[in-house]
């Protein structure tokens, strides 16, 4: 990502939080001296390849996912360089998610494209 205003920089921001608080795991409703119990999941994606205003007819399919792993590289043109309020000028995002099911042979049947 590499911001051109104040505006692309905030939603670059957000955008980087939006991952990362997404892909974290939640506290347990119940709690004992204000320490959680049990966690809870992360949240779900639903991830899809889109040709236009409808999911692409030849890539493959995903099942839903959880965001495993998340890199962010703020240095990505190779060298340290921020905005005057200090936003890195040129950000990479490495996203690697892992679907929560197996995919078995019977799920092809029924779908288009290259299936999963």
């Known amino acids: 990502m590499t911001p051109r205003s104040a505006q692309e920089a905030r939603q670059c921001k957000l955008i980087i939080r939006s991952f990362k608080q997404n892909m974290a795991p939640k506290t347990g409703g119940d709690t004992i001296g204000g320490s959680a119990i049990f966690m809870k ?20 399919k995903f ?3 959880v965001l495993s792993d998340m890199k962010v590289n703020y240095t990505a043109s190779g060298s340290h360089s921020t905005f005057y309020d200090g936003t890195p000028t040129h950000m990479q995002v490495d996203l690697q998610f892992k679907e ?17």
Do not use: A
Request: charged share 20%; aromatic share 16%.
């Open 41 to 60: 999941t992360p949240n779900l994606f639903e991830l899809r390849y889109r040709k236009g205003n409808s999911d692409h007819p030849f890539l493959n």
């Open 63 to 65: 099942l839903p996912m």
């Open 100 to 116: 929560l099911n197996p995919i078995f042979k019977e799920d092809y049947e029924g779908q288009g494209g290259v299936g999963y």
